[in-house]
Nanobody, 122 residues
C-alpha cells in the first residue's frame, strides 16, 4: 500500500489549503483513513479520519476549520483546511488501516503512512 500526499505549501494566516492523498496498491473493500500532523517539536496528533462507510471523526479543536473527504473512484483522500493559523504549521501525513479499530485519532492504530507534506502558515 502506498500513500502519497500533495498540496502542502506556505500560506498566510487566514488562508486555505487542500491536501490530497493518493492511495495505491490495496484491494480491501473497507478501510479507515485519516490525516495527522506533527507540529515542530511536538508529537504527531490526529486531525480527522473517515471510514469506508463515510463516517468521520475529528479533533474537537479543528472540526470547525478542517474537513475530511474521500473520492473512492479515484482512491484519493482530501483535507480542506480553512482559516489557517500559524499554529497549524506542521508536517501533515495521511494514514490508513484496513483492520483493527475504526475511527480513532490515534497514530498507532494506523498501519500505512505517507511521507508527509509541509504546511507553513505565517
Amino acid at each position: 500500500v502506498q500513500l502519497v500526499e500533495s498540496g502542502g505549501g506556505s500560506v498566510q494566516a487566514g488562508g486555505s489549503l487542500r491536501l490530497s492523498c493518493a492511495a495505491r496498491g490495496y484491494t480491501y473493500d473497507t478501510y479507515c483513513m485519516g490525516w495527522f500532523r506533527r507540529p515542530p517539536g511536538k508529537e504527531r496528533e490526529g486531525i480527522a479520519v473517515i471510514d469506508s462507510d463515510g463516517d468521520t471523526a475529528y479533533a474537537e479543536s479543528l472540526k470547525d476549520r478542517f474537513t475530511i473527504s474521500v473520492n473512492n473512484a479515484e482512491n484519493t483522500l482530501y483535507l480542506q483546511m480553512n482559516s489557517l493559523k500559524p499554529e497549524d504549521t506542521a508536517v501533515y501525513y495521511c494514514a490508513a488501516t484496513f483492520s483493527g479499530r475504526w475511527l480513532l485519532l490515534i497514530p498507532s492504530e494506523y498501519d500505512y503512512w505517507g511521507q508527509g507534506t509541509q504546511v507553513t502558515v505565517s
